[in-house]
């Protein structure tokens, strides 16, 4: 028998690791938006998360705007921006250069999609990609190309998970085989769409896990305090809200009692998917941190130690901003 290798020798090495935290953001669409995300994205610094994803409209519809947010957080914030790319009714050509545009300007996270279909039923456009995992090979290729200009920081790529089936799916064992292929086409990590009822992202897990899939997959969870979102976004996902929680915010008497029992159940919502093993928590803010960060003084992450110049840039630009 061959002896112990130094790092088994050393059990302390694999220690449960700090808890990622992350947002999602959205491009604005007129200056009183942008105003109103520029609070929000100073509020949000301050809990020094470890990155913010920028999303991507359909077919690029917002691209420009989309850059432009991307490159303001990279050079005027402490922020890692980790940008939305979608794939369906581009070429490769085009995407490389989107995908060669975000290295340019510092980015070296791109979640990886394939976007919705024209709503219009047109056919796309010859040599489109069809997939998120081909726009993943395609990631990997460009950064092959480039990987003398990036020996300060390879590219992260993330892609979608689903909890529950995805509406064009036939069934959630296909979902899991499509996870299992982004993972072999060079997905380094997931995050999921939303979901609602506490055992949904365990239940993910361990069809992942069983699969093949070791990958992180980090839940994506949106404060659950207006009736009317969780309702639409619960259209789009195919899947019922907790009818208790939606009896609860309709019968609430004003906003601040159903901001406290949307809060609430969203706690419950994280901390059951940390239960399961979750390695982060990736909060869906619509571009409002209020209630993002009531759910995060609640939730109590454990989050790695930061260095004090770092706390010190923060703290900087918080004055500065103010």
Known sequence: MSPPSLIEAHSNLSETAPVALSYELFPP???????????????????????????????????????????????????????????VGNTPEELAGIIGELLDVGVRGILALRGDEPKDGAAPASGSLRYAQDLIELIRRVEQRRSALLCAGKVAVGVAAYPTRHPESPNEAHDVEVLLAKQRSGADF???QVFFHSEQYADLMTRARRAGVTIPI?????????LRRVTRLGELAGVAPDPRLMERLAAADNDIERRRIGVAATVDLANAALDAGAPGIHLYTFNEHACALDVLDKLALPRPARPASRLSAIARRQVLAS
């Open 218 to 226: 980090i839940p994506g969870v949106m404060p659950l305090t207006s």
């Open 190 to 192: 997931a995050i999921t």
């Open 29 to 87: 669409r007129s200056p009183a938006a942008a105003e109103s995300l520029w609070t929000t994205i100073g509020e949000l610094e301050s809990t020094d998360p470890d990155y913010v994803s920028v999303t991507y409209g359909a077919s690029g519809s917002n691209r420009d705007t989309a850059v432009e947010l991307i490159n303001r957080l990279i050079l005027e914030t402490t922020l890692r921006p980790l940008a939305h790319l979608t794939c």
